[in-house]
C-alpha cells in the first residue's frame, strides 16, 4: 500500500509540475493561428514568429487568408493576430474592423513602408525615360514606347500586384494624371509573377515599371521609387479624392485578436515587443527570392542567425 501512494504521489507531482510549466511557458494549449498571405516576407515572418512562439512553448497553426478579409477574421477570432499590416493597401480594411471592436493595434514595426509602382535601376542606366523618377517623364510617348509588351496594345505597360492588393487605385491615377493614352496598367497574379518580370524585361532589353514596397529584397538590388505627387489624407478616390497622388510613407503595423492576451499572455507579450527593421525585413524575403529556400527553411535559417534579435523579445 505504502509502495502504491508513493508512485501515485510521484505522477501527481509531476503531473502538476508538467501543468505548471506549461502554464508559464506556453499559455494556453490551443494552437495561436498565424495567417500566411502572397509575398514572401509575410509567409516568412510567419514561420519566424511561429518559431518564436514554439520555443516557448506554444502550439501553432498557420491558415492562407485573403490579405484585406484578414483583420475581419481576427476580429471575430478565427484568426489570432496580423504581423504585417501595411499602411497604404491594407490600412482601410484594419480600421475598419478596428472600428467595430474585437481587433486591438498591438504597435509598429521599427521598419516604415512605401508602396508603390517603380523600376530596377537599370532603366535609368540604359536611358530608357529620360527624366525618371519625376513622374511627368512618363509623358513622353518616347518613353512610353519603351516599355510596350506583347499585351500592353502598343501603350507602355505597368505591371500592378495583384488586384486584391490594391483594387482599381493605380489605373485611377494613371487616368487622373492624364497618362492613360501612353500607358496601361495589367495585374500579376502573384508577387513572384512581379520578380519574374523584373528578370523577363532585364533579358529583353525593355523597360519595365512594377509594383513594389519596401522593406523588400530589392533594397539591395537596386530600385527607384516614381515621384507621384505627394499622398494626402483623403486624396484618392476611395476616399472621395482625385486619385492625384502617390502612396503614403506609412506604417508597419501589428494586430490582435482582443482576447489574445487573455488566452496566450506570454506569446502576446512577446509579441507586443516583436519590432522588425527594414534589413531584418529584406533579409527574410531575400532567402527566398534569391536565395530559393522554402518559407520555412528560410525562417528557420534566420531565428538561427538572428537570435540575438528575437530572444530579446521574449524576456
Known sequence: IIGVLIVIAAIIY??????????????SSAPI??????????????????GIFEANGNNVKYVPADSQAVYESIRIGDVHLSHEVWESAFGKSFTTALDKGGLVDWGDHEARTLEDMGYPNWVAEKGLCPGLPDWTALKNPACAKNFTTPDSGGKGRMLEGPQSWHGDLIPQRVDALGLGDLWTVKFAGSADALWAELK????????????NWTPNFTDGA??????????????????????????????????VN????????????AFKKMSFSTSHIGAMAALVDLDKMTHEDAAKKWLADNKSVWQ????
Open 258 to 269: 482582443a482576447d489574445f492576451p487573455k488566452t496566450h499572455p506570454a506569446a502576446a507579450g
Open 312 to 315: 530579446a523579445f521574449t524576456k
Open 33 to 50: 493561428v498565424i495567417p500566411t498571405h502572397n509575398w514572401s516576407s509575410q509567409i516568412v515572418m510567419a514561420h519566424v514568429i511561429g
Open 14 to 27: 509531476f503531473v502538476s509540475s508538467g501543468d505548471k510549466k506549461i502554464s508559464s511557458a506556453g499559455d
Open 222 to 255: 537596386g530600385f527607384t521609387f516614381i515621384d507621384f505627387p505627394p499622398y494626402s489624407a483623403g486624396c484618392r478616390p476611395e476616399d472621395g479624392g482625385d486619385g492625384k497622388c502617390g502612396s503614403p510613407d506609412g506604417y508597419l503595423k501589428k494586430a
Open 200 to 211: 523577363a524585361a532585364e533579358k529583353e532589353g525593355r523597360g519595365t515599371i512594377i509594383f
